[in-house]
């Protein structure tokens, strides 16, 4: 079964990135709602061009959609995408808040906030129109995050969490915000 939201699943072992994998599929004209999930990226990206380390144990995702909205909806897009994903993340019992422009953040036990998942948007199309958009996304699951102001679900709860529940509930929440229009 997929997951909500998914008309296509590509599931793979290890990608260099999930965000090049789907923008490659864009470009080759694969549907709204293909996901592309990656167990390790031996070339993970975000925001910037920054690269990070991304090992077994994470939830490594990029979402391909065909919107129907303006452009200049695009600047709202990332924040309503970290909104929906510290929702989701919450569900696992860590307390979460959106970082503009695209980090989702959990508070440790020693209360100091920690990045927990990081969002990367992209897309293509000109003034009148998308012709896609990715929704990359990257969370510390059960996995030693690479940077020590960051923490995985397994840090903060004392308990491996699993990628497949996460991953449903980050797409289960993407879901019901694109239905609900409150992004997408």
């Known amino acids: 079964m997929k997951p909500a939201g998914v008309s296509r699943l590509v599931r793979l072992d290890q990608a260099d990135s999930t965000q090049l994998e789907a923008r490659r599929l864009a470009e080759a004209g694969a549907p709204d709602g293909t996901l592309v999930w990656a167990l390790r990226q031996s070339a993970g990206r975000g925001r910037l061009g920054r690269r990070w380390r991304s090992p077994e144990g994470g939830v490594y995702f990029t979402w391909l959609l065909r919107p129907r909205f303006a452009p200049e909806r695009l600047g709202e897009l990332s924040l309503a995408c970290g909104a929906a994903a ?7 019992g860590v307390e979460t808040a959106v970082k503009p422009p ?3 953040l959990a508070r440790g036990k020693d209360g100091r906030w920690r990045k927990l998942c990081g969002i990367l948007c992209e ?3 000109d003034s009148r129109a998308l012709h896609w958009l990715l929704v990359g996304v990257g969370v510390n699951v059960d996995n030693d995050p690479p940077l ?4 995985s679900l397994k840090a903060l709860t004392g308990r491996r969490v699993g990628a497949r529940p996460v991953l449903r509930a980050l797409l289960r929440e993407f879901a019901r915000a694109r239905r609900d229009g409150r992004f997408f």
């Open 86 to 92: 510290a929702k989701a993340l919450a569900g696992f």
């Open 102 to 104: 695209n980090d989702v």
């Open 123 to 125: 897309a293509a199309g």
């Open 148 to 151: 020590r102001r960051a923490a």
